[in-house]
């Protein structure tokens, strides 16, 4: 064997399962068919329980360090002030959402992983895998075209919603695609919600538009319509656009996490809505468990805890949508009703951050 586990893709959750693996004495490889890591902001938000999960490595002191605490949500109707948010209200340390890019976040995890005697082999691609009572074969393309086969004890499939591991094992990807074209938008802004709180602007048509901060003048702006910039409010100049996107949303859960000694974790193992900012800190606390379970020698029951809860956040994400883009009628007519009177109220405050946080108990 040329390492006990390789780990195929190195995104947010590859190089975390590795950072942990490599940090508990474990031989690791990890592969990735890009030639580089992204510079894309991507997913942008960081929630308490990947700040909680981090500690141990040494990566949350830098990225608080980074990027931008949120301490506020402002929701809004038709333009007009609906309720406000204090995320403070949770009873935690780590009391606010944390706004970053995810470039910044590979980068703070790549150099993490360079200092723990890891790297990351790119332009790198896995074309073969077989199984049997002695582990994992696999081949690899290499930079060049040329082949390697290896074995390994285990394989971990980190390699996104079209992942090769996944279909190599053949798990089915089970759910649906959303009706709706998404769009997105990181834009330098002026505008008068300054730069301190994410914003949710409703409509009583059904569009929706979410603002977070992810820089001292820039903003990301997603919507579940194809032209997001034409939601900005009155009052909004933009002064730069740095990334545009239209994209299609599922809401997919692979029906198994484990496949005799290979597993999934992250977008190879469940997609769904942007709503809650829950992909990347889900996929994050997936590689954790992963680590944790190979060291403790316990990863038969790694899809029997995974499975449950990425099936509860992604019905959470969904609820959220959902709520977010009712359509006119009695239901858009409630939902107003609670976000008006119902949400201000502190005891329910105290109630709702910890959930929009991602505080797990």
């Known amino acids: 064997m040329s390492a006990e586990v390789l780990i195929v893709g190195a995104g947010p959750v590859g190089m975390t399962a590795a950072i942990e693996l490599l940090r ?17 902001s991507k997913a942008v938000g960081i929630n308490v329980q990947t ?17 931008l605490k949120i301490r506020a949500a402002h929701l809004h109707l038709d333009g007009t002030p609906l309720a406000d948010l ?3 209200q949770a009873d935690h340390r780590y009391n606010f959402l944390l706004a970053l890019p995810q470039s910044e976040t590979e980068r703070l995890l790549e150099a993490r992983l360079g200092e723990l005697g890891g790297r990351v082999e790119r332009l790198t691609e896995l074309t073969g895998l077989g199984q049997d009572a002695n582990g994992v074969r696999v081949t690899l393309r290499l930079p060049g075209g040329g082949t390697e086969t290896m074995r390994v004890r285990a394989l971990l499939g980190a390699d996104g919603g079209r992942s090769t591991v996944r279909e190599a094992l053949s798990i089915p990807f089970l759910g649906a695609r959303y009706e709706e074209q998404w769009s997105l938008a990181d834009i330098s802004v002026d505008w008068p919600y300054g730069m301190d709180a994410v914003n949710l602007f409703l409509s009583r048509g059904g569009d929706v538009l ?64 942007p709503a809650g900012g829950r992909g990347m800190n889900l996929g994050i606390w997936d590689a954790c468990a992963f680590a944790e379970r ?10 029997a805890e995974r499975h449950p809860i990425g099936a509860r956040i992604l019905g959470i994400t969904d609820r959220m949508f959902r709520i977010t883009a009712l359509e006119p009628g009695l239901a858009q007519s409630a939902r107003n009703f609670v ?9 329910v405050q105290r109630l709702i951050a910890p959930n929009l946080l991602g505080i797990e108990r």
């Not at 976000?339 to 005891?347: A, E, G, H, T």
């Open 24 to 40: 508990r004495g474990v031989d690791v490889r990890l592969i990735d068919r890009s030639e580089q890591r992204t510079e894309l």
């Open 51 to 67: 700040l909680e999960l981090l500690q141990a490595s040494g990566l949350t002191d830098r990225l608080l360090a980074a990027g």
């Open 86 to 88: 204090d995320l403070t």
């Open 210 to 273: 979410f603002t977070v901060p992810i820089g001292p003048d820039r903003i990301r702006a997603i919507s579940q319509t194809a032209h997001v910039l034409e939601l900005l409010p009155s009052g909004s100049t933009v002064t730069g656009t740095h990334w545009e996107s239209q994209f299609r949303v599922s809401l997919r859960q692979a029906e198994r996490y484990q496949e005799g000694a290979c597993y999934l974790a992250g977008d190879a193992a469940h997609v769904h809505s």
């Open 294 to 303: 190979y060291s403790a020698g316990t990863l038969a029951g790694y899809s």
């Open 339 to 347: 976000l008006r009177n119902i949400v201000p109220l502190k005891p």
